[in-house]
């Protein structure tokens, strides 16, 4: 099977051969240190090696007790909010089978109204829950936790202890509530930041529960980090895409836009905006992430990228293998569009991307290129695993801790003083 592959598209407009070769070899450094400095933030990098948290003896249990929940539910319910929630959404939501429950989110907003219709739409159907917080200081997780908990144990008494599972650091007061009340108890890894945690069972329980192959996903990353990992390698695709991102924003390209002709794609990329956004901007740094469904986004944000400021690059997401397929017939209706008689839904797509990237490159937009084979499991545990760890590589380039969020942490400190805590 093809690897997944970056390119820089504008053919040198914006950025010499010269001056990207000469940007890489100083930041081999970086990839070096990667691997070898681990003293610097070691309470951080537990995902730095699959291995760690999802060996095969992890996996059986998550897989397990999600074949249970499986069976038995019509709704299973994920509580957690940014990265407790985000990377296993973003599988769901593109790969999900048909044939297992729904899937909800909660805790991730203090919406009555959303708490209100959600409640609502549990009635008469078997429900299970799954609450995932680090520390449970965060505040939407935990009243979102005591909504649903209330309802479990009105619904089903005693037996709401076995539809409950929770996911927390060992010895926090999630993992006393759970063994107070008999919960599963799943690990969120301590040496893991939530942004960095789909690779534990923080994202792959839930992602197991909705019939993802979590193996398969698993075993993406870990052909993903021995690639990253050959230091010896002169096209390494992580440091990569850091240098070019790096050099775009020294020539005044603040805004990077993942862009993506695939509707699957739309909660990975609020998933890889969290991890830059939460990662980079701070110290007064950081590339400001933001995301565009094409073609839809080309009728309204496609006019200002394509005539607005200089201060935006897009990094296109290219998916090779069509996934599905709808051919338009001949119609007896002459509406204008015969020209596309016979033609696929997939083929017209594709060559609307092809004519994206073509325009605004022509324009003099820096335009990057993520080739990736297929939209699979395996695939998004290569993405997962090659933007976390270029995100690693790009915050130690930019000079700031990739792993904090002090700015976060301050507006809880000001909500926490209003709700009298």
């Given at each position: 099977?093809?690897?997944?592959?970056f390119?820089?598209?504008?053919?040198?407009?914006?950025?010499?051969?010269?001056?990207?070769?000469?940007?890489?070899?100083?930041?081999?450094?970086?990839?070096?240190?990667?691997y070898?400095?681990?003293?610097?933030?070691?309470?951080?990098?537990?995902?730095l090696?699959?291995?760690?948290?999802?060996?095969?003896?992890?996996?059986?249990?998550?897989?397990?007790?999600?074949?249970?929940?499986?069976r038995?539910?019509?709704?299973?319910?994920?509580?957690?909010?940014g990265?407790?929630?985000?990377?296993?959404?973003?599988?769901?939501?593109?790969?999900?089978?048909?044939?297992?429950?729904?899937i909800?989110?909660?805790?991730?907003?203090?919406?009555?109204?959303?708490?209100?219709?959600?409640?609502?739409?549990?009635?008469?159907?078997?429900?299970?829950?799954?609450?995932?917080?680090?520390?449970?200081?965060t505040l939407?997780?935990g009243?979102?936790?005591?909504?649903?908990?209330?309802?479990?144990?009105?619904?089903?008494?005693?037996?709401?202890?076995?539809?409950?599972?929770?996911?927390g650091?060992?010895?926090?007061?999630?993992h006393?509530?759970a063994?107070?009340?008999?919960?599963?108890?799943?690990?969120?890894?301590?040496?893991?930041?939530?942004?960095?945690?789909v690779?534990?069972?923080?994202?792959?329980?839930?992602m197991?529960?909705?019939?993802?192959?979590?193996r398969?996903?698993?075993?993406?990353?870990?052909?993903?980090?021995?690639?990253?990992?050959?230091?010896?390698?002169?096209?390494?695709?992580?440091l990569?895409?850091?240098?070019?991102?790096?050099?775009?924003?020294?020539?005044?390209?603040?805004?990077?836009?993942?862009?993506?002709?695939?509707?699957?794609l739309?909660?990975?990329?609020?998933?890889?905006?969290?991890?830059?956004?939460?990662s980079?901007?701070?110290?007064?740094?950081?590339?400001?992430?933001?995301?565009?469904?094409?073609?839809?986004?080309?009728?309204?944000?496609g006019?200002?990228?394509?005539?607005g400021?200089?201060?935006?690059?897009?990094?296109?997401?290219?998916?090779?293998?069509?996934?599905?397929?709808?051919?338009?017939?001949?119609?007896?209706?002459?509406d204008?569009?015969?020209y596309?008689?016979g033609?696929?839904?997939?083929?017209?797509?594709?060559?609307?991307f092809?004519?994206?990237?073509?325009?605004?490159?022509?324009?003099?937009?820096?335009?990057?290129k993520?080739?990736?084979?297929?939209?699979?499991?395996?695939?998004?545990?290569?993405?997962?695993?090659m933007?976390?760890?270029?995100?690693?590589?790009s915050?130690?380039?930019?000079?700031?801790?990739?792993?904090?969020?002090?700015?976060?942490?301050?507006?809880?400190?000001?909500?926490?003083?209003?709700l009298?805590?």
């Amino acid at each position: 099977m093809s690897k997944m592959d970056f390119a820089y598209m504008d053919a040198g407009r914006h950025i010499t051969a010269e001056e990207y070769e000469q940007a890489y070899a100083e930041n081999r450094k970086f990839l070096e240190e990667a691997y070898t400095d681990s003293e610097r933030y070691k309470d951080s990098l537990g995902w730095l090696e699959p291995e760690e948290w999802v060996g095969e003896e992890a996996l059986d249990r998550i897989v397990k007790k999600a074949e249970q929940v499986r069976r038995d539910a019509d709704v299973f319910v994920l509580v957690g909010v940014g990265g407790s929630n985000q990377a296993a959404r973003a599988v769901i939501k593109a790969l999900q089978m048909e044939d297992g429950p729904e899937i909800l989110y909660a805790g991730n907003n203090i919406s009555a109204h959303y708490v209100n219709k959600m409640l609502s739409s549990l009635e008469g159907k078997s429900v299970y829950i799954n609450v995932i917080a680090k520390n449970f200081e965060t505040l939407e997780p935990g009243i979102g936790f005591r909504v649903l908990r209330s309802w479990q144990e009105g619904r089903y008494g005693k037996e709401a202890n076995s539809r409950i599972a929770v996911t927390g650091t060992t010895g926090s007061r999630l993992h006393e509530i759970a063994r107070e009340n008999g919960y599963d108890f799943f690990v969120f890894p301590d040496n893991i930041g939530g942004r960095y945690s789909v690779l534990s069972d923080v994202g792959l329980y839930p992602m197991a529960v909705a019939g993802i192959d979590v193996r398969a996903l698993v075993q993406g990353a870990r052909d993903m980090k021995a690639e990253l990992s050959d230091r010896e390698s002169e096209d390494n695709i992580a440091l990569k895409y850091a240098t070019y991102r790096k050099l775009l924003l020294e020539k005044g390209y603040a805004i990077e836009m993942m862009a993506f002709f695939e509707p699957q794609l739309h909660y990975f990329s609020k998933w890889w905006i969290q991890l830059f956004a939460e990662s980079e901007g701070k110290q007064g740094k950081g590339i400001y992430p933001v995301s565009v469904s094409y073609s839809e986004d080309l009728h309204s944000v496609g006019q200002y990228v394509q005539e607005g400021q200089p201060i935006i690059f897009e990094t296109f997401l290219d998916v090779e293998k069509q996934n599905a397929s709808i051919v338009l017939e001949a119609d007896h209706v002459d509406d204008g569009f015969g020209y596309l008689d016979g033609k696929d839904f997939w083929e017209i797509n594709r060559a609307a991307f092809e004519a994206t990237i073509g325009a605004h490159s022509d324009s003099g937009i820096p335009c990057l290129k993520l080739t990736v084979p297929e939209i699979s499991e395996y695939y998004f545990g290569q993405m997962f695993y090659m933007f976390e760890f270029a995100c690693y590589l790009s915050g130690s380039i930019l000079g700031i801790n990739p792993f904090d969020q002090p700015g976060v942490e301050n507006y809880k400190g000001y909500m926490f003083s209003r709700l009298g805590k």
